[in-house]
């Protein structure tokens, strides 16, 4: 079998959920199913003058880094609107597709796999200006076109299901993994630098995600300022996304109307490297993501790993992914988001719990098992 994987979010310079799932599958599947062949496709067009290989791994010899020299400003233009030039004249054909991140470049052939990861353009549809109609139109096509469909969760199932009406048969929930290695031993020098990198001084409660409505960031902000402790920080660790900047405009709105006590203990650091991200997971208080809709929560998921407290929604996709191993709240009440926070930092006995609870739970979500359902749904679409 041959499989042409669409790697271009993990090429993306500020990585979110989707670039790191996109990574972490090309780096597992050629190892989880070593009799086929997976070519790792994107767009590289300073490579003509600057030639460099993105995903060549001694480890998987079956697996192929192929790049197209186009400009991504030229090609998802043209591509979107003409559905040129096809992927399997760029790719060599190919089995099957695994579309990472929704959508599929344009191809002719069958066996095409999407990759949704949530709905949040129709359960929140005023956080995802970017899906427009003709977006949607196109998303339908492609959910009755393909041969499968991969989501990530099961709430996220039962949203495809509800929403666009796609055959329960075809939706196949593969859960993401963590690496749960890289969160288990952070040595102190590199939490230390991590801090000073952001002037985090004291304990601190972690929030991380791009920075968009969905995430509630204002509700965590507010809940935050109703805090008895005085002596915590929090520390918001992402950057704004492309298709709703303006959210962090407003996130920084509200954390300037605090009052001096509270706002001088809130730590806004942008977007932060992978290294930075799992450090200041691995050196928190406590985790706190009560978002308001998630086809997955990976912030939860890696807390866990680490063995850190987790404050998280009651909604969508995130009980399933944090099971008994975290506190859960309503998004939509500041007061509960508060008093599950003041639990966490109070309750040594309840952090305790929640670490053991976490890391035993983070161990069951594993990538080689996200790639051998993955490469297994892969199969299926090849053979149709």
Not at 108 to 120: C, E, K, T, W
Not at 310 to 331: I, M
Request: hydrophobic letters at 45%; a neutral charge.
């Amino acid at each position: 079998m041959r499989v042409v994987i669409d790697a271009r979010p993990a090429l993306d310079p500020q990585r979110t959920g989707v670039g790191q799932y996109a990574a972490q599958v090309i780096h597992h599947l050629p190892r989880a199913d070593p009799d086929s062949e997976y070519v790792a496709w994107y767009l590289h067009a300073r490579g003509l003058f600057r030639p460099r290989r993105f995903f060549e791994d001694p480890g998987a010899p079956n697996l192929i880094d192929r790049a197209s020299r186009f400009p991504a400003r030229v090609f998802q233009p043209m591509s979107f609107r003409l559905q040129v030039p096809r992927l399997e004249w760029l790719t060599g054909g190919f089995d099957a597709l695994l579309a990472t991140n929704f959508l599929p470049p344009p191809t002719g052939r069958g066996g095409v796999v999407l990759v949704v990861h949530d709905l949040a353009f129709r359960v929140m549809p005023e956080t995802a200006p970017h899906m427009d109609e003709r977006w949607s139109r196109r998303f339908a096509r492609w959910l009755h076109d393909s041969a499968r469909v991969i989501v990530p969760s099961r709430a996220t199932k039962e949203d495809l299901v509800g929403f666009e009406g796609v055959d329960e048969a075809k939706v196949v929930v593969v859960h993401h993994g963590v690496d749960a290695e890289a969160f288990a031993a952070v040595p102190v020098e590199t939490l230390r630098a991590a801090r000073l990198r952001h002037r985090i001084d004291g304990p601190y409660v972690l929030s991380v995600g791009g920075i968009e409505p969905r995430k509630n960031l204002v509700t965590l902000v507010r809940a935050f300022a109703e805090l008895r402790q005085r002596d915590v920080v929090l520390v918001i660790a992402g950057g704004p996304v492309r298709w709703i900047p303006q959210e962090a405009g407003r996130l920084r709105a509200e954390v300037d109307a605090l009052a001096p006590d509270v706002r001088r203990r809130v730590v806004l650091t942008g977007y932060v490297s992978d290294e930075d991200r799992v450090a200041l997971t691995v050196g928190a208080t406590a985790v706190a993501y009560p978002s308001r809709y998630e086809g997955f929560g990976f912030p939860v998921l890696e807390a866990m790993a680490a063995g850190v407290p987790v404050l998280t929604s009651n909604v969508s996709s995130l009980p399933e992914v944090a099971g008994d191993a975290a506190v859960l709240v309503d998004p939509a009440d500041i007061s509960a988001i508060a008093d599950g926070l003041h639990r966490l930092l109070s309750d040594a006995g309840l952090r305790e719990h929640l670490r053991e609870a976490g890391r035993a739970r983070a161990v069951t979500f594993t990538w080689h098992e996200t790639a051998r359902r993955t490469a297994a749904v892969l199969r299926e679409a090849a053979a149709r």
